[in-house]
Structures are given as C-alpha cells and as structure tokens.
C-alpha cells in the first residue's frame, strides 16, 4: 500500500511538472487515499501487537 502510494506521488510530481493538472490533482488524491489506508492498517496491526519486531 505504501508502495502504490509511493507510486501515484510520482507519477503526480511528473505530471505537474509537464502540465497534466487533472492527471496531477488525480494522482495526487489516489496517492493521499492510499496513504491514509496504509496508516489506518498500520495502527491497527500495531494494536493488535502484529507490527514489526523490534530487534
């Protein structure tokens, strides 16, 4: 999830950089839904104590 998200923000920078704003603000919006889906399932996998090992 992190990775798509990731992904869609690149893909927005390079698209605002060339003038596709609706491309842009499109990637953009997917890449801010992405990441707060990523966040959510984080949280989520920490309280339920199935995070990452610390070492």
């Known amino acids: 999830m992190l990775r ?3 992904i869609f923000l690149i893909v927005a920078l ?3 950089y060339l ?3 609706t491309l842009a603000g499109t ?3 997917i890449a801010k839904i992405c990441f707060v889906i ?3 399932f984080f949280v989520i ?3 339920r104590g199935n995070g990452p ?3």
């Open 19 to 21: 003038g596709f704003a």
């Open 38 to 40: 990523f966040l959510v």
């Open 45 to 47: 996998s920490l309280v």
């Open 53 to 55: 090992k610390s070492l």
């Open 14 to 16: 390079v698209a605002a």
């Open 4 to 6: 798509n998200s990731l």
């Open 27 to 29: 990637a953009a919006l």
